[in-house]
């Protein structure tokens, strides 16, 4: 099977001109077919605070009400898709920038009223796996920004991750799929007082002991659990390390 | 060949939701392949309003400085573009947004500056008609922001009664194509004052006698000059009329 490699980015490597810059000319370098997911969050708070919208979190996850959604449609739709699009047809990528509603290749349902009401954000429920497959066999790039919708005419904010995660479940039938999740460290870490203590490679076993020993906590669990899914629907390789040690082979490998 | 329509509709109709139900819902019905390019200044303007972002107009033409070209990319490919794309796929079609960086499929190169420079605002260089003509035939609707790019990094502010003359144009030798141009009144008026003195069919020559006593003038000039180009280079038909006539026949007509 072909290899594709789909990388995510989130908001600071893809809001600071530079690092946006020194990571599209690494993407472009990638050899086979590749998918780029990108956030945003960050510009979307900025222009919100802009705008006098307070940006309201509940456990580090966003609420987005009207005025939000229209907020992250502009930033994540419009600002950081098409800028990375743009670069990246200059570099001679043939890229797309996409949203869930676009060719309905990622189809949401609004999230049900728990405890918190998150407001308009969607839960992903179909990938239509031969859109994004026929476009990524024509040669194209598809960026994807973290934007889901329900068919019912709406658009839902969708955790980047999950878009990443998603797209290589659905790909992972059809190429030999590198998940690449980049944050803002090298890799996993199991001290993380010391940035160097990057846990090379990931079991199921281990990451569920490193869980109930501290070690791995916060937002890192959500992060792992999207790889471990991804690993289970057939994806061979899930990689979680900074932007600028995509090619170091550094990194902690999820298997 | 293939029937082609496609409707350019400015900013008034797609930025009230009433009205861009209705015209959706329009547009839909229309048998055979389809695109539609859509405005979006007024929301612009509003954005960059409450951004303390002054908008500065020049012969009715926007200036377009670095923080202009943030805000229309926003609005024109984020906001308006995905807002139609996720209703249109509520109605069963399958759209797909795009600026001219997308798949590359329109090239422009910054306007020189002559009298007035008018910043980052591109004048249209080379469309990809296979890329275009293909989404077409696959049965995909493209929505098209007015926005390209020179394919050196930068994305570029363009008139859409351009981007929809343009594709007009580099579709005439795939489908019989007719061009609509939506906007506030029922047609070319023959008397600025009587809304109903729609001129029902204009040459090329009556234009320009029509211009020379001054009947037409203002901003419709620009508009008649594309429509005119685009009937020279083999566009069926391009009709000048108010969005809610688009199925009325009425309108004027310019062969």
Do not use: W
């Not at 007082?193 to 199921?204: A, H, Q, R």
Request: charged share 25%.
């Amino acid at each position: 099977m072909n290899q594709l490699t789909i990388i995510k980015v989130g908001g600071k490597v893809v809001e600071t001109p530079e690092s946006l810059d020194n990571l599209l000319r690494q993407f472009a370098q990638i050899i086979g077919h590749k998918v780029l997911v990108h956030g945003g969050g960050r510009t979307a708070t900025q222009l919100a605070t802009r705008l006098g919208i307070e940006s309201n979190l509940v456990n580090g996850r966003r609420i987005t009400d009207a005025e939000m959604l229209k907020v992250v449609t502009m930033v994540y739709g419009g600002l950081v898709n098409k800028t990375i699009v743009a670069k990246l047809q200059a570099l001679g990528l043939n890229a797309l920038g996409l949203t869930g509603a676009d060719l309905n290749y990622m189809r949401s349902e609004k999230r049900p009223v728990a405890e918190v009401d998150y407001g308009f954000v969607g839960d992903v429920k179909e990938v239509q796996s031969d859109i994004l497959a026929n476009l990524i066999g024509q040669g194209v790039v598809p960026i994807l920004a973290p934007l889901t919708h329900d068919k019912k005419g709406n658009l839902l904010n969708t955790n980047a991750d999950t878009i990443a995660g998603e797209a290589a479940k659905a790909m992972a039938k059809r190429f030999d799929v590198t998940l690449i999740y980049c944050f803002e460290k090298k890799g996993v870490l199991s001290d993380e007082n010391d940035d160097e203590s990057v846990i090379p490679e990931l079991s199921y076993e281990t990451f569920k002991a490193y869980v109930s020993d501290g070690v791995i906590q916060g937002g890192m669990i959500p992060k792992l659990e999207n790889a471990f899914e991804a690993i289970q629907a057939g994806v061979k390789e899930v990689i979680i390390t900074r932007a600028d040690a995509i090619f170091g082979g550094g990194g902690t490998r999820v298997r």
